[in-house]
């Protein structure tokens, strides 16, 4: 094989392997992610968060889970393995993972299961209109569901700026 063959194969082989890495380049990874996606920028508290959506007019997505939890886990890994999911969150939203309940019960109005995603827009509306796929956890989502995470995503993003 010759060496420029050879390099060709190898850009085709780290092409096909690559994750997603931010347009700010490879990030540190936070502690904060708690391996939801180390690549990105992790709010520490429920007001860190709502501030930073109010001042970038972001959409924040608020995951509720368990370390313990093996459906968070399993969440967690599709979640954290999805190179659009990541791009998107990177670029467009506000991000918070809490193991603990918020005290604002709007974040459960149909009980208070783990995982359970949240989207709140820039005014702080939680946004109980976007939900998942099961009628008994209504913000519930399974690692099977990452289309229908993806999709509720773009909910929250083309509500805040409609095309025109």
């Not at 918070?96 to 709007?106: G, K, R, Y």
């Not at 005014?123 to 998942?132: A, K, L």
Request: glycine share 4%.
């Amino acid at each position: 094989m010759t060496r420029a063959a050879a390099s060709l194969v190898l850009v085709a082989l780290s092409s096909t392997f690559a994750k997603y890495v931010p347009k700010s380049g490879q990030r540190i990874p936070q502690s904060l992610s708690r391996g939801w996606g180390d690549q990105l920028n992790w709010a520490q508290t429920y007001e860190e968060a709502l501030s930073l959506s109010q001042s970038t007019n972001k959409p924040l997505m608020v995951l509720f889970l368990l370390e313990d939890c093996p459906h968070s886990q399993a969440l967690k890994r599709a979640l954290a393995h999805d190179d659009e999911i990541q791009r998107i969150l990177d670029e467009d939203f506000v991000v918070l993972n809490v193991t603990q309940e918020i005290a604002d019960q709007n974040f459960s109005p149909d009980g208070k299961y783990v995982p359970r995603i949240v989207f709140v827009d820039p005014s702080m509306t939680v946004r109980d209109d976007i939900i998942g796929r099961y009628s008994n956890r209504l913000y519930g989502y399974e690692a099977e569901d990452m289309n229908v995470l993806l999709e509720n995503m773009k909910k929250a993003m083309n509500d805040l700026h409609p095309a025109q």
